[in-house]
């Protein structure tokens, strides 16, 4: 039954109802959706790849069919989960830094720097 779907032609369908917006800006949101897509495109590569270098150590050779019957062992996904938590955390670091900065209690330096330079200045 899924063979006759045309997986293509649906991953580009539009969705019901209003897309989601979390910034002002339109293009930004954009901008965060492409960049999520390509990492998960590319988490998919790095895992493919995994697999690949780990048929060709293990037997030397490989071909489609074995790529697309791997299944990693315990120790193999293992360190997979190790490795892509590391890229996750790598790609996501930026966002992450905005979400501390937003959890702070203390002021940003500019205020410090703006603060001291209002004292100087009455003091002279």
Do not use: C, H
């Amino acid at each position: 039954m899924t063979q006759d779907l045309d997986w293509i032609a649906r991953s580009g369908a539009r969705a019901k109802g209003g897309r989601p917006a979390f910034f002002d800006e339109m293009a930004l949101d954009r901008l965060y959706s492409l960049t999520l897509s390509l990492t998960a495109e590319l988490a998919a590569t790095r895992e493919r790849l995994d697999t690949v270098e780990r048929l060709l150590e293990l037997e030397g050779s490989i071909d489609r069919t074995k790529i697309e019957r791997y299944e990693p062992d315990r120790n193999a996904g293992e360190e997979r989960g190790i490795a892509m938590r590391a890229y996750i955390a790598r790609v996501m670091r930026g966002f992450q830094q905005e979400v501390e900065a937003m959890e702070e209690t203390d002021p940003p330096v500019t205020d410090w720097v703006e603060k001291l330079s209002r004292q100087d200045a009455a003091s002279a």
